[in-house]
């Protein structure tokens, strides 16, 4: 015996059928197709809570209700563990439909440092929506295992200095928080896998200032100076913008008269995905929140231009319980202001830490108590401030999950249960992509719905007006 499929699920297929195809058929919304081949995320098989991962489609589901299913989960199902009842991240997804250049920018601590994370989830982004260059990399390494994926670094003499770790206290940080003071025979190499069009060298501007120049494949390519006109004393962010040549691969600074405090170096290949990502090895929110200058970061930022800004810090602070329980929240609180002073149309996204674990006395790996309620306070946080929330701790498997890293084969955690392998930082670079993706998805199909209705308007008030 048949049973019959109800009418309202037939008309709930058969609009969001209409809505997949009417993309395809109409060339002028082709940037408006919700499901392609090319976006779906293979996620590595990786031990999980059952509750933190669903599938698609449930297997037991008859036939009838199967596209149903599909529409439920893929369309009308809000991303998961991301959160954005203000539709803060609605910029950032118009840029993406837009298609003419996006800029993610990302700061953290130290697996960010590492390009952990957000190597992965830069290379997501540029598979789907196309590939716009590096982004902004770092003069040279202030600590060895600072990496950018995509690119090899050499470099020498040069004074490094870093907020918190310095004697500076100007708060005139470059945008990766990090300064590098040269004279000549300073030296910075970059090393480019793959080709790009333009580099542009950010710099402090200064009274006593001095000159450099810029090589590719050692040709020079042009010339820059920090030294400020006469009579002009204000410090400001200074930028030196040069091509690269077809074919050159290793871009070379070097500094040629002077001293000059650099910040670092911006690498485009044109329209597509930049993401920039700028780790601070032990750094915690206060870097943004204090640390800089709020004029310089402000002017620093609108000259980048970012349509996402991910803040990503919480490991180290959740170390120190009484930190966390009275000060973390009022601190994160004031970095997202000045974010939201500096560039109010920019998206901004607060990324909750991993887990963090520790052995218990019984030789247990647990998660640390003070981590969940961190987590807590900062989803408090970005509500009250209107910007959206990752929670990062829960799509990782929520408590007990380093520990469950730790056993895994591969083993997805270090010996000290907070920072990943590459493997597990490609698990949440992959976590976090994907609840972009399907927030992405949701913003394309409520434009789309708005543009057929737009559409069908135009087309009954054409048809009245005909004799």
């Known amino acids: 015996m048949r049973t019959a499929i109800p009418v309202k699920t037939t008309l709930t297929v058969l609009t969001f059928v209409m809505l997949l195809l009417v993309p395809q058929a109409i060339p002028s919304l082709k940037n408006y197709m919700s499901i392609e081949p090319k976006s779906a995320v293979a996620v590595l098989d990786f031990p999980l809570k059952p509750a933190a991962v669903e599938t698609l489609v449930d297997p037991l589901a008859s036939p009838a209700n199967l596209s149903h299913s599909l529409n439920q989960r893929l369309l009308e199902k809000a991303p998961t563990n991301l959160s954005d009842p203000a ?48 982004g902004f990399v770092l003069l040279a390494r202030p600590w060895a295992w600072y990496n950018h994926r995509g690119i090899e ?44 069009r333009n580099v542009e060298i950010a710099y402090l ?45 290793e871009i070379t600074l070097k500094v040629s008269s002077g001293s000059v405090r650099f910040y670092g170096a911006d690498f485009r290949k044109g329209t597509g995905v930049v993401y920039s990502s700028l780790g601070v090895n032990g750094a915690n929110v206060t870097l943004l929140s204090n640390a800089f200058n709020e004029a310089h970061w402000t002017a620093e930022l609108r000259h980048y231009k970012p349509d996402l800004i991910i803040v990503n810090y919480g490991t180290n602070e959740s170390g120190f319980p009484a930190f966390v329980d009275t000060t973390w929240g009022r601190e994160m609180r004031k970095a997202v202001a ?74 997805l955690v270090g010996a000290d249960f907070i920072h990943p392998m590459p493997a597990g930082a490609r698990i949440v670079g992959e976590l ?36």
């Open 87 to 134: 539709h803060v991240l609605d910029h950032f997804y118009a840029a993406l439909l837009k298609g003419e250049g996006v800029h993610i920018i990302h700061y953290g601590d130290s697996p960010t440092t590492a390009d952990l994370i957000t190597a992965d989830a830069r290379a997501l982004f540029q598979h789907e929506f196309g590939d716009g260059g590096l």
């Open 338 to 411: 000045r974010l939201q002073r500096a560039v109010p149309e920019t998206s901004i996204l607060l990324m909750s830490p991993m887990d963090r674990g520790a052995k218990s006395a019984t030789g247990e790996i647990d998660t640390i108590p003070s981590m969940p309620r961190l987590v807590a306070t900062e989803s408090m946080v970005a509500a009250d401030t209107g910007v959206a929330f990752f929670n990062t701790f829960e799509a990782m498997g929520g408590a007990g999950t380093m520990g469950r890293w730790y056993t895994a084969e591969p083993r």
């Open 153 to 196: 670094m050499s470099a020498s003499n040069w004074k490094i200095d870093v907020p918190g770790y310095s004697t500076l206290k100007d708060g005139l940080n470059g945008l990766g928080s990090v300064n590098f003071r040269g004279a000549p025979g300073a030296v910075a190499r970059w090393k480019v896998k793959s080709a790009h």
């Open 432 to 467: 976090l992509f994907s609840a972009l993706r399907q927030g992405f998805n949701q913003f394309k199909l409520q434009e789309l719905k708005q543009k057929v209705a737009e559409q069908a308007d135009k087309s009954a008030r054409e048809a009245s007006q005909r004799p």
């Open 205 to 249: 501007a200064e009274p006593q200032g001095g000159e450099f120049a810029v090589e590719a494949d050692g040709a020079a390519i042009g010339t820059g100076s920090s030294i400020l006109p006469a009579g002009v004393d204000a410090f400001t962010p200074g930028y030196a913008s040069f091509d690269i040549p077809e074919g050159a691969h």
